[in-house]
């Protein structure tokens, strides 16, 4: 079939097609109640035939173009996402998220004891030789931190500020920090092992510094509640950094390219799971830790009830109960 | 490599073309975004002053919203373009050419901090200009890429002409070769249409104008007009 006849034969269906698409552009659900919207699969894939059959005979390019351009515009709308389901969100932080964190359990318990042993072992060699401190941190810094924590301070863990800016500074802060720790896993896992070891270094050296001096008291009340959340976020931010990084180094019995792609959408998973806890870190932090006035067995009764509350979600979420799933 | 189309099969059995973008498009984009953010922020910032200290608040969470959340709302809710893309022309999607979902362009912009290290990405760039489809590190790993999304100049159409019959029959790619030349006569100067014509004088018979004359006038018997 000649050029001309074929374009005769065909050019009405392809311009309505066309003129529908661009509709869709313009009035989105005005078309989709077009009746061209139920005949859209189909005059699509006729097009696409068209267009196998245009190129196989040889056309000229105003036709294959045309019809390229088209199918195109087409394969776009064909294949779009379905929209969001955010009840799927909720499932997600319930069910999927402790499941991803149990899956990736070798890489979590990597970034933990990364995380914890420079901090725990900081915190007891601090008790015995506390001028080491003066190592550690500048002067100016240890002041900063005596005055947070210092027990004649009406409000705990902070020199300054209200409840909302405190929880603005620490969403920016904290979140960042975690998003970074999960990219920079991407350098081979080194960036996810400085931040995650650097950070314990300061944390055991802060704790230890103020237990030394006796300022313990107020630190411990400050931090037993919020750190539930705060410190399992950062090492599951800090092991789904580590998993991208293992898996550039050693992607097992796969192709590189295909197992980073695998590992960034799990690590994303992760790096979102670890954003909502931070959220929650962040409310708890600037409501409820920076609250002085509260008792001692109230406030540490709730940390233990949520140190346990993060345990046995991250332990237990998702996983099939005895009806199985 | 020089090529930054990328053929990509489809379930309908064609391929689609998507020309991958390069970048300099893709950093003047940045800066359009980069500028639009800056400008947000300090429209949040005015409401925001009324409320004091808490207000500063307000603003950090703005930022972070501006910081992280901005690229992957504008990608799942505009298409696949932030307002920069959009300027530019250009758009995000899957390596197979369908709309970016949400789980990739999380992957994506995640990763954007590693793009970003060395002073103003730095590794974006060396990746880009290394990778054959122009994909940052991050796209790398989320299986995204961007691609321009205006259309090059389709071609021009073949000046109507009296039909004339091939005097002798030609190959598929010959006669490819000869619509070629009709549909891009117009954006030649004569001088070469008759330069070129002339290399035909074997099948044409004839030189210059009437040569010309006759390879437009086989086009139009190819393309099967009267």
């Given at each position: 079939m000649k050029q001309e006849r074929f374009v005769a034969l065909?050019?009405?269906?392809?311009?309505?097609?066309?003129?529908?698409?661009g509709e869709l552009d313009r009035q989105p659900k005005r078309a989709l109640r077009?009746?061209?919207?139920?005949?859209?699969?189909?005059?699509?894939?006729?097009?696409?035939?068209?267009?196998?059959?245009?190129?196989?005979?040889?056309?000229?390019?105003e036709v294959t173009d045309r019809l390229q351009s088209l199918v195109q515009r087409g394969h776009r709308v064909l294949y779009r996402p379905p929209p969001p389901r955010w009840h799927r969100a909720a499932a997600f932080l319930v069910a999927d998220f402790p499941r991803l964190v149990r899956a990736q359990w070798r890489c979590m318990a990597l970034a933990a004891a990364l995380f914890y042993v420079p901090a725990l072992a900081l915190l007891v060699w601090l008790?015995?030789?506390?001028?080491?401190?003066?190592?550690?941190?500048?002067?100016a810094r240890l002041a900063q931190f005596e005055r947070m924590y210092d027990p004649a301070n009406p409000q705990l863990g902070r020199s300054s500020g209200t409840n909302l800016q405190m929880f603005g500074y620490y969403v920016f802060n904290n979140v960042s920090i975690a998003f970074r720790t999960f990219a920079s896993g991407l350098l081979f896992g080194v960036g996810a092992i400085y931040v995650l070891g650097a950070n314990g270094i300061v944390i055991g050296g802060v704790a230890g510094h103020l237990e030394a001096i006796g300022y313990g008291g107020p630190f411990w009340r400050f931090v037993a509640t919020h750190s539930a959340f705060e410190l399992t976020a950062m090492v599951i931010a800090g092991g789904a950094g580590l998993q991208l990084g293992l898996t550039l180094l050693a992607p097992g019995r796969r192709r590189r390219g295909p197992a980073l792609v695998e590992a960034g959408w799990i690590g994303a998973k992760l790096a979102l799971g670890a954003f909502a806890m931070l959220v929650v870190a962040a409310c708890i932090e600037a409501y409820w830790s920076s609250q002085a006035?509260?008792?001692?067995?109230?406030?540490?009764?709730?940390?233990?009830?949520?140190?346990l509350l993060v345990l046995v979600w991250l332990g237990f979420g998702g996983r099939a109960g005895r009806h199985g799933a | 490599m020089l090529d930054s189309v990328r053929e990509i099969?489809?379930?309908?059995?064609?391929?689609?073309?998507?020309?991958?973008?390069?970048?300099?498009p893709r950093a003047q984009a940045w800066m359009v975004d980069t500028v639009v953010r800056l400008v947000l922020l300090m429209l949040a910032m005015i409401p925001l002053s009324l409320f004091g200290t808490g207000g500063l608040g307000l603003a950090m969470l703005a930022m972070f919203a501006?910081?992280?959340?901005?690229?992957?709302?504008?990608?799942?809710?505009l298409d696949g373009q932030s307002l920069g893309k959009r300027a530019l022309g250009l758009r995000v999607v899957n390596l197979d050419g369908t709309p970016v979902t949400w789980l990739p362009s999380v992957t994506?912009?995640?990763?954007?901090?590693?793009?970003?290290?060395?002073?103003?990405?730095?590794?974006?760039?060396?990746?880009?200009l290394v990778d054959p489809c122009a994909r940052r590190l991050g796209d790398i790993v989320a299986g995204t890429m961007v691609v321009h999304t205006k259309e090059t100049a389709t071609g021009h159409q073949v000046p109507p002409a009296p039909a004339l019959p091939l005097p002798l029959p030609l190959s598929p790619e010959e006669q490819a070769a000869l619509v070629d030349f009709a549909e891009r006569a117009g954006q030649l100067t004569v001088?070469?249409?008759?330069?070129?014509?002339?290399?035909?004088?074997p099948l044409t018979g004839c030189r210059d104008t009437a040569g010309v004359a006759r390879l437009l006038g086989y086009a139009n018997g190819l393309l099967g007009r009267p």
């Open positions: 065909h050019a009405r269906e392809w311009d309505s097609l066309q003129a529908w698409l077009h009746e061209l919207a139920l005949e859209f699969p189909a005059a699509y894939r006729r097009v696409c035939h068209h267009l196998a059959l245009a190129r196989g005979r040889g056309y000229s390019h008790q015995l030789h506390p001028e080491f401190a003066h190592t550690l941190f500048s002067s006035g509260l008792p001692d067995a109230l406030r540490f009764g709730v940390a233990a009830l949520v140190w | 099969e489809t379930p309908e059995g064609i391929s689609l073309r998507l020309r991958a973008a390069g970048p300099l501006l910081l992280w959340a901005y690229w992957v709302a504008c990608e799942l809710w994506r912009n995640l990763l954007r901090v590693v793009d970003a290290l060395p002073g103003v990405y730095g590794v974006g760039l060396a990746s880009t001088q070469r249409q008759e330069e070129l014509a002339n290399l035909l004088e």
